[in-house]
C-alpha cells in the first residue's frame, strides 16, 4: 500500500511563499494497491486537481480510469476540488463516489451536483460524460473487493462526517479528521444553579466512551492521519466546539492505541511553514514518542505500508 499527501491544509487553500514546504492545498489522500492495480482517493479538497492530472497522464497507457473517492464529509474545503477532477469529464471512466450523508439531507449526488450548475462552473451535472455512482455510507464494516477492506467511523465534527479504515494484506492506514475530542456536554460546575450531579457524571462517562471507541477504531493502525490544526493553547484558548483536534490530543491518542506511524494532517491555514517547522522540532523528535514515528505531513509526500 502506498499513501501520497496532495493536499495537507484545513479550511481554504493557502498557497504563497511561506506554505511552499508543507504545502497550501486542502485535504485529499491517495491510496495505491499495485499488486491489484488499484486505487482510491479520500477527499476531494483542492489537492485532487494535480492528482486528476497525473491520472489522466497515467490513463494514457493504463487504459479507462476505474477509482473511487471518499469523502469524509461535505464541508467546502473537502469537496472544493470536485469541479476540477477531470476524470468526471472523461467518456470511458468509472467513479464510485463514497460519503455520509444524514437522511434529512440532500443526497450526495444533489451535494456535489450543486457545485457543477451555471451559478459556479460552466458545466453542469448532466453534461457529465462519465460514469458515477454515488454511495452512501454509514458507520460500519465494508468489503471493497481484492481483499481490501474498510471500516467507518463517525466522529465529532459540526457536521456528519466519517472517519476510515482502509485494511489490505494485514496492513491498515486510518483517517481521523475532521474531528476533536468528545466532551461533557453538561454543566459540571456545582455553584450553577443548572447544575445536576447525575448528569453531569452521565456526561463524563458518554464523552469518556465515545473517545475510547473512536481509539479503538485506530488501534494498532500502521499508519494514521490525524487532525492537528490547533495547538493546545490555541484550541484551549478559543477553539473548543470548532471540530478540530490539537496536536497533543493527537500524539497522546496514537501512543495510547499502539499506533506505528502518526501523519499531523488538516494543517491551519493561518501557520507558515517556519512555524510548522518549530513545532516538528518540540513534536516529531525520533524516539520522543516511544515506537511511534510523528511527522507533518506534506504536500508530494509518499509513504510505503
Keep these: 500500500m502506498i499513501v501520497k499527501f496532495w493536499g495537507v491544509r484545513g479550511s481554504i487553500p493557502c498557497p504563497g511563499p511561506q506554505t511552499v514546504k508543507y504545502g497550501g ?16 482517493i479520500i477527499d476531494a479538497g483542492s489537492g485532487i486537481r494535480e492528482l486528476s492530472n497525473q491520472i489522466m497522464r497515467e490513463a494514457k497507457t493504463r487504459g479507462p480510469i476505474r ?10 474545503d473537502h469537496i ?3 469541479p476540477f477532477f477531470t476524470p468526471i469529464f472523461t467518456e470511458d471512466a ?3 463516489i463514497y460519503g455520509p450523508v444524514a437522511i434529512d439531507d440532500n443526497s450526495l449526488e444533489e451535494i456535489l451536483g450543486g457545485l457543477l450548475t451555471y451559478r459556479y462552473f460552466p458545466i453542469r451535472q448532466k453534461e457529465l460524460t462519465s460514469h458515477i455512482d454515488y454511495i452512501d455510507l454509514q458507520e460500519g464494516r465494508y468489503d471493497l473487493g481484492d481483499g481490501l ?19 489490505y494484506k494485514g496492513k491498515v492506514v486510518t ?22 450531579a447525575a448528569m453531569a457524571q452521565e456526561g463524563a462517562e458518554v464523552a469518556a466512551e465515545e473517545n475510547q471507541r473512536v481509539e479503538r477504531f485506530f488501534a494498532d493502525s500502521d499508519l494514521i492521519i490525524h487532525d492537528v490544526q490547533y495547538t493546545q493553547a490555541e484550541y484551549d484558548n478559543s477553539r473548543i466546539g470548532w471540530g478540530h483536534s490539537s496536536i497533543d490530543h493527537a500524539i497522546a491518542a496514537g501512543k495510547r492505541s499502539n499506533v506505528k506511524r502518526l501523519a499531523l494532517f488538516h494543517h491551519e491555514p493561518e501557520r507558515p511553514d517556519a512555524e510548522i517547522d518549530q513545532l516538528a522540532a518540540i513534536h516529531c523528535r525520533a524516539g ?9 505531513a506534506r504536500e508530494g509526500m509518499e ?3
Design 25 to 40: 492545498n486542502t485535504a485529499c489522500i491517495e491510496l495505491r494497491f499495485p499488486d491489484i492495480d488499484r486505487f482510491v
Design 67 to 76: 477509482t473511487e473517492l471518499f469523502l469524509t464529509h461535505t464541508h467546502w
Design 80 to 82: 472544493m476540488g470536485f
Design 94 to 96: 468509472r467513479i464510485k
Design 149 to 167: 477492506h474498510l471500516s467507518a467511523k463517525y466522529l465529532n465534527h459540526p457536521i456528519l462526517c466519517l472517519g476510515y479504515r482502509f485494511s
Design 175 to 196: 483517517t481521523v479528521y475532521d474531528t476533536e475530542p468528545f466532551r461533557n456536554l453538561f454543566c459540571t460546575d456545582p455553584t450553577d444553579p443548572s447544575y445536576d
Design 288 to 296: 520522543d514518542q516511544d515506537d511511534m514515528e510523528v511527522f507533518f
Design 303 to 305: 509513504i510505503e505500508i
